[in-house]
């Protein structure tokens, strides 16, 4: 079955950078898109960024644009979030998830049907 793992999390300062990794097995990336999410302390889950499974185009939220790059390693079936120039306001639980579908990936939360069981990020000085 699909199984999703997240790792990478931490406790990093504002201004830093982390780099989370999301490791999959029961699929392949070549079938699924991968989506990154994240919910904060009393918050919706949001959108982060996605990688398409035909051709690894990215897509992301406005939030992260310019800040947050997605990719993938085929080999190693894992899709890495490199996060940089981090601001408290990116405290939350992460986590990855993956969908099957022909079309452009989304950060449409409700698209998703496999999920990670999420990873932390705090920025705090």
């Known amino acids: 079955q699909v199984q999703l793992v997240e790792s990478g999390g931490g406790l990093v300062q504002p201004g830093g950078s982390l780099r989370l990794s999301c490791a999959g097995s029961?699929?392949?990336?070549?079938?699924?898109?991968i989506g990154w999410f994240r919910q904060a302390p009393g918050k919706a889950r949001e959108g982060v960024s996605c990688?398409?499974?035909?051709?690894?185009?990215?897509v992301y939220g406005d939030s992260v644009k310019g800040r947050f790059t997605i990719s993938r390693d085929k080999s190693k079936n894992t899709v890495y979030l490199q996060m940089n120039s981090l601001k408290p306001e990116d405290t939350a639980v992460y986590f990855c998830?993956?969908?099957?579908?022909?079309?452009?990936?989304?950060?449409?939360?409700?698209?998703?049907?496999?999920w990670g069981q999420g990873t932390q990020v705090t920025v705090s000085s």
């Open positions: 029961g699929f392949t990336l070549d079938d699924y898109h």
């Open positions: 990688i398409r499974s035909s051709d690894g185009s990215t």
């Open positions: 998830a993956a969908h099957r579908s022909p079309a452009l990936c989304s950060v449409t939360v409700t698209w998703y049907h496999y």
